[in-house]
């Protein structure tokens, strides 16, 4: 007769369909805290892992497949406190001595007004999760909070992947493809105020065996894996190290079904990105440079102004001599911040070379964070609970998946940026990210730019004024858009079924480029508004710059512009593109624009 506790555990998280393809996330965190407590004798021969749930089941479902339970952890964040909460209440209404333990990044003292909950876990999980399993079998009631502030020895840390703990889901699963957590180091020096990374691991940064990390890699090779998220707060830290683990991804995933990696480099940045970025090949999308914000007194109050990488233009110039595509992150609603800094430091991003990928934010107030807490009060942040969607909404996402929300409180006006303001200045980055960007005014602004000494601010706020106050094809969308985050930004939803935060930019992506012409008519009637075109080649590059699948290529042009150097004198460019058989699938259109920002042809000297 097996006397063995039944343990469960939980890291509910939603599921992509993507090209018709279901794609989930390996449980990796309670994954974790099983690996490390199943190494001891006192775990193992009192309790049995029944189940690890990774989805957001029905929750009748799940409760039909529990089988009397004596503890059930969970692991919780913004994507799935709603429904860990719901789920956690009726586990308990059912059986009452089931002892109920939540713990993640999202959990905090607040959690102990939930009746149904007996123990809090906060920060590093593996310990204290170790100690909750040996007190309930020793039948001692578990405290109601057990708290890890530091980072502890990772030598002998097991690794939930090479240990089986995931075999299990993986095999009853053969169609899913999965996305994965591999951690190479814990802990981050900085402070970032809005962040609850730095906070929730301490400064001291420490390091999991590199065996262990290249056993997980290996393991890696033959499970349907589609995305790797390198959760490191700064990978590449550890120069050498660091591209050990590069090389090793290359060479074992390269050719596997690994689609994606996502990693996040230091933020005092340096050589050691781009040899990184090098050693990752193909694998490697784009380095992402994120500033959040370019208003000194904004970096100021987040806590980043002593970081290297607001010398974005050395940073850019540095990737494109390396041939490393890149792209810049801001988050818009953060302290200090006006609209007027926000227009200007976009347009600085474009005048120090940003010309790949601009990726902005909305942004969110975590738990846990300092920008949550005492700067809320201190900026006079207004936020708006606001469900959150899918990333990816490009297909029918019928998932047969509980109907629980989850909510995000989105920043909707600061003391320095109104309501209004907020909506304005993002409007003003949807004009950028859509003409700029995606190509259809770029080499019009960099003519401006560089040979008429215009700035990237004064042609844009032309653009958006003609946009925003016309009655033109682009209007329309621009308003839809705004009516959309107007909506948001008040009610919390767009009150529209195509709109929501994860889109606002790119559900307007296939309508610019199914309208390229006027696109481009639009831009080209703001430049001869401003200036008298010294060679009309630069209005046939600009059309040239976009593919559009009419004319044929390679294309020869004859200019008196180098758009390299933007010097004057002859050159001959010839005109290509690898996308001539390009099939206008929604989310293939979406994942050019994320990895090559846009459609643009490959125009090169002769």
Request: glycine residues 4%; aromatic residues 12%; charged residues 20%.
């Amino acid at each position: 007769m097996n006397s063995k506790k039944n343990l469960y555990l939980f890291q509910p998280q939603f599921a992509s369909k993507i090209n018709n393809s279901l794609q989930c996330w390996i449980p990796y965190s309670v994954g974790t805290i099983w690996a490390y407590a199943a190494q001891f004798e006192t775990i193992t021969s009192n309790w049995e892992l029944k189940d690890i749930i990774f989805r957001r089941e029905r929750i009748n479902d799940v409760l039909a497949r529990l089988d009397n339970p004596t503890l059930c952890a969970f692991s919780c964040y913004i994507w799935n406190e709603k429904y860990t909460l719901a789920l956690a209440e009726s586990i308990k209404h059912k059986w009452p001595e089931c002892v109920i333990v939540v713990g993640g990044p999202n959990v905090n003292g607040s959690f102990s007004k939930y009746r149904f909950i007996d123990t809090i876990v906060h920060g590093g999980g593996e310990e204290c999760f170790k100690q909750i399993l040996d007190d309930v079998a020793n039948n001692t009631t578990p405290e109601l909070f057990y708290n890890t502030k530091k980072v502890h020895d990772l030598v002998d840390m097991p690794s939930p992947y090479t240990t089986g703990v995931f075999d299990t889901i993986i095999k009853n699963n053969p169609d899913i493809g999965w996305s994965v957590v591999l951690e190479t180091n814990r802990g981050c020096p900085y402070k970032c105020t809005f962040c609850d990374w730095g906070g929730l691991t301490s400064s001291k940064i420490k390091k999991f065996e590199l065996q262990k990390v290249f056993d997980e890699i290996d393991w890696m090779k033959d499970k349907n894996i589609k995305t790797i998220f390198l959760s490191d707060a700064n990978f590449g830290v550890f120069k050498e190290r660091d591209i050990s683990i590069a090389r090793k991804i290359k060479k074992e995933l390269e050719d596997s079904t690994l689609e994606y990696l996502s990693a996040t480099y230091p933020k005092n940045a340096n050589d050691n990105i781009f040899d990184i970025a090098s050693a990752l090949g193909k694998i490697n999308k784009g380095i992402t440079f994120s500033v959040q914000s370019m208003n000194p007194k904004t970096l100021i109050a987040i806590k980043r102004d002593n970081m290297a990488s607001n010398n974005l233009k050395t940073l850019i110039e540095m990737s494109n001599n390396r041939g490393i595509h890149h792209y810049t992150e801001m988050i818009l609603g953060l302290p200090e911040e006006t609209a007027e800094s926000w227009k200007n430091g976009v347009s600085e991003i474009l005048a120090m070379g940003q010309h790949s990928r601009l990726d902005v934010h909305l942004c969110n107030l975590l738990p846990n964070t300092e920008l949550g807490d005492i700067q809320k009060n201190q900026y006079q942040i207004s936020t708006i609970e606001v469900p959150q969607k899918q990333q990816y909404s490009f297909e029918d996402m019928s998932l047969d998946e509980d109907d629980t929300e989850e909510f995000s409180p989105v920043v909707n006006g600061t003391n320095t940026m109104s309501r209004d303001d907020m909506i304005d200045a993002w409007m003003f980055s949807w004009i950028i990210l859509h003409f700029h960007f995606s190509g259809y005014s770029q080499l019009f602004a960099k003519y401006l730019f560089y040979v008429k000494h215009i700035s990237y601010r004064t042609f844009y706020d032309e653009v958006h004024e003609r946009v925003k106050n016309g009655n033109n094809l682009f209007s329309k969308e621009y308003n839809r858009i705004r009516t959309g985050l107007a909506n948001l930004f008040e009610h919390g939803s767009t009150l529209d079924k195509v709109l929501n935060t994860n889109n606002l930019s790119s559900t307007s992506l296939l309508f610019f480029y199914e309208n390229i012409e006027q696109a481009i008519n639009l831009s080209q009637t703001v430049l001869e508004d401003l200036v008298n075109i010294d060679d009309p080649s630069i209005i046939e590059l600009q059309r040239r710059f976009i593919y559009n699948g009419t004319w044929q290529i390679p294309y020869q042009l004859e200019s008196n512009i180098n758009i390299n150097t933007w010097e004057l004198g002859p050159v001959s460019y010839k005109i290509s593109s690898n996308l001539t058989n390009f099939k206008f699938n929604i989310f293939d259109f979406y994942t050019i624009h994320r990895r090559n920002g846009g459609l643009k042809t490959n125009i090169t000297i002769l």
